[in-house]
């Protein structure tokens, strides 16, 4: 399940089944201004862009709407949405779109979220207050039956001071009144010779009252009154309201650079109130993937859509960063473009079950057998996958057999309509095998299709890499400061650069993404270091170059 899909949220969410996601969280991009709001600056993004701005603000609400509508056809039964925005066009999406599209009886928040403080920035508040906050639209598919786990956080402080004020060995306490307005039973007995105040009654039986002794809970003021003690690290703390200020990054290694990453934290809160375990995310709007990342770390299944491809490959990188943590899952990513080395020296049977599924047929579940075919399309018709180039004719000869005892009436009735005997997929076909195929048909009458792979699926190749360094010398504390330049070469163009310092064990962590100049200055100390590149071209695809550095008196490529 868990997927990183490259395309227009609209495009990728008609083609998701209705009813299948729990939760879906979204922070499109705002009816801001314009630099702002280009933050990858690819094509993709930019398109996206001129979509929703050419008109005014009811044009960016008609465009959002229409994606929302998609979202609340997937969202479960049970499931909500929380749409993120800021004081833009708040109003008028709540109105507009989830009102009308969720219904008013659906809603359940407006949620504050304090992004920021105005510090000491006197312009923030000096023609208006200071816009510190966004705002997250929590509504559910439908608000009677939807998934909701409460959430506590910690007492305020100054709350901690009033009421949780005496303490014993056990720790801070806080003392509540033992009795009662209403009797229950027998509760108007002498405790330690001591009566309920006058009119009332003890809250509990002689028994508990007995128990809790035992216990060591009754705390006694000095008149010799009891009270029930309420420790406060048995207290689950205070449930959480709509205004949330301390949803903020947790370190610096948490940020990835770019103006409109969230914090995990936010959306820690928000997947843990509205999914359990195994339950199914989707952000359709995922920039650099936050929310999926909270996902898989909670043990949520996730689908993560963005038009940019930028937005995608960080979210990998960034994921695949995660991934040498052995809990996290999985995940595929779909670009619009294949790479062909990837397809070509994948694992054949995957490659097989792939291409056959790309064509819409069912493929072998058994590796072997079935006289060496790879499926059937959906009108039976057997396919056989080569996982090669230059296909030949001993191929064709072979499958020709095999078609004809995989089923015989099948075989000679498409001989007898003039229709497709059987398709044969390679990533090309040599001469030998066209000629083959061309003297079936004459000879014959059986008619055998030869498809490219790049017939069913776009290829591409992926960039060209290289990587050079020069020494610029040591500083003051002995660091070894070295200059690093990457040049790639893509048809598509290049996207960006992305650096790992510390390569280890094959696993790319960046230290620096989307470097879009492919330049870059860092020191050393004397040893050996292992470095990364990696650029990611327009179409998503991407090359790694490795330098392993010898630092000593000097500096030595080995
Ligand atoms: C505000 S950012 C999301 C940031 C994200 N919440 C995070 O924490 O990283 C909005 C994202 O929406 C993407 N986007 C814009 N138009 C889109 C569309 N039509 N379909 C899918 N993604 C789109 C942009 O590329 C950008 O990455």
């Not at 007492?155 to 306490?173: A, C, S, W």
């Not at 499926?375 to 064709?396: A, L």
């Amino acid at each position: 399940m868990n997927q990183l899909i490259l395309g227009d949220c609209l495009e990728v969410l008609k083609k998701l089944e209705s009813e299948s996601v729990d939760l879906i969280y979204l922070d499109p991009p705002f009816f801001s201004n314009r630099n702002y709001e280009v933050i990858w600056g690819d094509k993709g993004e930019v398109r996206s862009f001129e979509d929703r701005w050419s008109g005014g603000v009811e044009h960016y609400i008609g465009w959002l709407k229409e994606r929302v509508e998609q979202m609340h056809r997937v969202l479960k039964p049970t499931g909500s949405i929380f749409l993120h925005c800021d004081w833009h066009a708040g109003s008028y999406i709540q109105v507009f779109i989830l009102d009308k599209i969720f219904g008013i009886q659906n809603f359940r928040n407006q949620i504050v979220w304090k992004r920021t403080t105005t510090h000491n920035d006197a312009k923030q508040g000096a023609k208006q207050f200071g816009r510190v906050c966004d705002f997250i639209f929590f509504y559910s598919k439908n608000a009677k039956i939807a998934q909701f786990n409460t959430l506590y956080e910690e007492y305020r402080q100054e709350y901690i001071l009033q009421t949780y004020n005496k303490k014993d060995t056990k720790g801070l306490f806080k003392a509540s009144d033992l009795s009662a307005a209403k009797p229950g039973g027998n509760t108007s007995y002498e405790w330690k010779g001591i009566k309920p105040p006058k009119g009332r009654y003890w809250a509990f039986s002689i028994e508990n009252m007995e128990e809790f002794e035992r216990q060591d809970k009754i705390y006694y003021s000095s008149t010799g009154k009891p009270y029930l003690k309420h420790y406060l690290d048995e207290m689950p703390g205070v449930t959480v309201d709509d205004f949330w200020t301390n949803c903020i990054f947790k370190s610096k290694e948490e940020r990835i650079g770019y103006p409109t990453q969230k914090p995990e934290a936010l959306l820690e809160r928000i997947i843990k109130c509205a999914t359990n375990e195994e339950d199914v995310v989707l952000d359709p709007f995922n920039g650099g993937g936050t929310t999926v990342a909270v996902a898989d770390k909670f043990n949520r299944q996730w689908i993560g859509i963005d038009s940019s491809v930028a937005a995608i490959k960080v979210t990998q990188f960034r994921l695949d960063k995660k991934q040498t943590d052995i809990f996290a899952k999985p995940f595929t990513v779909q670009l619009h473009k294949y790479d062909y080395d990837t397809l070509r020296y994948k694992d054949a049977f995957e490659f097989e079950k792939f291409i056959v599924q790309q064509i819409g047929g069912t493929s072998n579940t058994k590796q072997r057998g079935d006289l060496g075919l790879d499926g059937k399309t959906q009108d039976g018709i057997p396919i056989q996958v080569k996982r090669s180039d230059n296909i030949g004719r001993n191929v064709i000869d072979n499958f020709f057999s095999a078609v004809q005892r995989f089923d015989k009436n099948l075989f000679e009735k498409n001989k007898a309509e003039n229709k497709t005997a059987g398709v044969i997929i390679a990533f090309s076909f040599g001469k030998g095998a066209i000629e083959e195929v061309a003297r079936l048909k004459n000879q014959d009458g059986v008619m055998i299709q030869l498809l490219k792979v790049e017939d069913i699926i776009p290829i591409a190749k992926k960039p060209t890499l290289t990587l050079k360094f020069n020494d610029l010398g040591v500083d003051a504390k002995k660091l070894r400061e070295i200059e690093f330049i990457a040049t790639a070469e893509s048809d598509a163009g290049i996207e960006f650069y992305a650096w790992d310092w510390n390569y280890e064990n094959n696993v790319f962590k960046f230290d620096i993404v989307n470097d879009k100049i492919g330049k870059q200055t860092q020191k050393f100390k004397a040893g050996t270091h292992c470095i990364a590149v990696k650029v990611v071209d327009n179409d998503g695809l991407e090359s790694i170059e490795v330098i392993t550095l010898k630092i000593n008196g000097d500096v030595f490529a080995i």
